[in-house]
């Protein structure tokens, strides 16, 4: 009797066993990630304090919120243009200050906070990146005019360490087209990082390089259109030159435009996709150049502005959303899910 039991003990054992070796085999436990609205920053059209005008740029077109960036508490500034001041929100939405430019109005179409809380303004009315804050008077950081160069438009600006920020900058005339990237920094001569010469916008001797962004360690990012209305690719190059990683954007349907919003401090990509337009989104990659999640960011409001979204070293997305009397940005926290899913497939 005794080892007719044992027998049977043995037998669940291996039958345990084979069913846990099995679905070991066949089965993965997957970690996803999904991000829902951790906080909102509300700001009404108007001329009264927290509020911001809207205003009719020379090329006609209807502005909000002009743009707006992120600190590293998760406060939100953003851009009045028109009155030439920015906001200062808290992480929970309340008006903390203004902080004035001195200057009536600007064409603000960029904004970073560098290490110290400093507000850097990249503003296209002067061509000038202009650095603000709250214990001292505005100062010019970078003057796009102070080099002979027919025409210059600060495409993005990224604060770096130490004080220091990158520029990206666009210079045509009717022979060439130049892209930048430079490290700017107060009583300091620009260093250029790269440049790509352009016969026409998009087509280089060095490839289809049709933008330009500053990482956070080094190196810069740049994308390529190599032909393919459905297919971008973002290549992240070191400092020596050697292409580090590349991240696949692909779409169903022509792609409009492809920015790269950032990288956060676990190496991970942030692009938006179409940003202003019904079908945005924002993709996000890991450090390998895979897909990790795509976060939806649609915008139907009638009111145009230069930054649609952000993402803040922690990987916090701010989108912007805009109505008849006001627009919102909403702050989104990523959260781990964990899933089952079938090996192999994808």
Known sequence: MLLILRRCRRAAVSIILALVTGCVLLFALEVGEEYTEASRVEVS??????????????????????????????????????????LRFTR???????????????AVDDVCVIEDGTVLLADNSSVAVIAVASERPPVVLWNGKGEPAPVRVIESIRAGGAGSAFVVYSTWSKERYVRTLSAIRQGSPEQKVVEFVVTSPGET???????????????????????????????????????RTEYVVN??????????????????????????????????FDGRGRMVAVVPAPYSGKHKSSTYARVDDAGNIYLLESGEHSAWIR??????????GVRGRS
């Open 45 to 86: 059209w108007g001329q009264g304090d927290g509020q911001v005008p809207v205003a009719l740029s020379k090329g006609g077109s209807l502005f909000g919120v002009r743009a707006f960036g992120c600190g590293l508490d998760g406060s939100v500034y953003v851009v009045d243009s028109a009155r030439g001041r920015v």
């Open 251 to 284: 779409a169903d349907r022509v792609l409009q435009s492809v920015t790269v919003l950032g990288d956060d401090r676990r190496g991970r990509l942030y692009a938006g996709v179409d940003l202003g337009t019904p079908e945005g989104r924002v993709m996000v």
């Open 331 to 340: 702050r989104l926290e990523a959260r781990r899910r964990w899933s089952v």
């Open 205 to 243: 001797a060095q490839g289809s390089v049709t933008g330009l962004w500053a990482p956070a360690r080094g190196g810069y990012y740049a994308q390529v259109h190599e032909g393919d209305p459905f297919t971008r690719t973002i290549r992240r190059v070191g400092p020596g030159g050697d292409v």
């Open 92 to 106: 929970a939405g309340e008006l903390q200050g203004v902080l004035e430019t001195g200057r009536a109005r600007m």
